[in-house]
T-cell receptor, first 108, second 116 residues
Framework: EDQVTQSPEALRLQEGESSSLNCSYT??????LFWYRQDPGKGPEFLFT?????EEKEKERLKATLTKKESFLHITAPKPEDSATYLC?????????WGAGTKLIIKP | DAGVIQSPRHEVTEMGQEVTLRCKPI?????LFWYRQTMMRGLELLIY????????DSGMPEDRFSAKMPNASFSTLKIQPSEPRDSAVYFC??????????????FGPGTRLTVL
């Protein structure tokens, strides 16, 4: 069964304290792994797509990596404005299978 | 680009009333998705359209829910009659269906529905 599991459920960091969010997946025939950011009261905002193991993508303080079983979203020297829920999803056919998200809180 | 547009942004209604949610996808996108998001169940796919044709409606909770896409620039999700358990945030997302980078779904701001 296709499944996506994100950990931790919530993460509190001090401003400048780097860390990583995990997305573990089981899917037959990965066509892509997606990271989104969701702020309260808004729709998910696209961040990255990763297609194959070993691929990495960066955007500002965020870096996403992919292996055959999991993806990491590394956040370097985060700022309070990075606080949000980060969602991971894998494409299975035309559908996205979604994780439950990690709520990231960055304290100033 | 204006992005995916949804209306209304907030809807409060009483149990038994009909509710219609509206979505305008990104111009040039040929796939459209309706999702429901709750704290308990996260994001759930309700229905998927490709080229205005419903491809998969297996996520539609029951017959009270219906969706249409009369043309490439407009879709509706209707709930009749509404029930308190339908309270959630409903998202519309669109995508240009082809391989590679264009598989990304882009989401609208959502409609927060409260059924009293």
């Amino acid at each position: 069964e296709d499944q996506v599991t994100q950990s931790p459920e919530a993460l509190r960091l001090q401003e400048g304290e780097s860390s990583s969010l995990n997305c573990s997946y089981t899917v037959s025939g990965l066509r892509g792994l997606f990271w989104y950011r969701q702020d309260p009261g808004k729709g998910p905002e696209f961040l990255f797509t990763l297609y194959s193991a070993g691929e990495e993508k960066e955007k500002e303080r965020l870096k996403a990596t992919l292996t055959k079983k999991e993806s990491f979203l590394h956040i370097t020297a985060p700022k309070p404005e990075d606080s949000a829920t980060y969602l991971c999803a894998v494409q299975a056919g035309y559908q996205l299978i979604w994780g439950a998200g990690t709520k990231l809180i960055i304290k100033p | 680009d204006a992005g995916v547009i949804q209306s209304p942004r907030h809807e409060v209604t009483e149990m038994g009333q009909e509710v219609t949610l509206r979505c305008k996808p990104i111009s040039g996108h040929n796939s459209l998705f309706w999702y429901r998001q709750t704290m308990m169940r996260g994001l759930e796919l309700l229905i998927y359209f490709n080229n205005n044709v419903p491809i998969d409606d297996s996520g539609m909770p029951e017959d009270r829910f219906s969706a249409k896409m009369p043309n490439a620039s407009f879709s509706t999700l209707k709930i009749q009659p509404s029930e308190p358990r339908d309270s959630a945030v409903y998202f519309c997302a669109s995508r240009r269906t082809s391989g590679g980078e264009t598989d990304t779904q882009y989401f609208g701001p959502g409609t927060r529905l409260t059924v009293l």
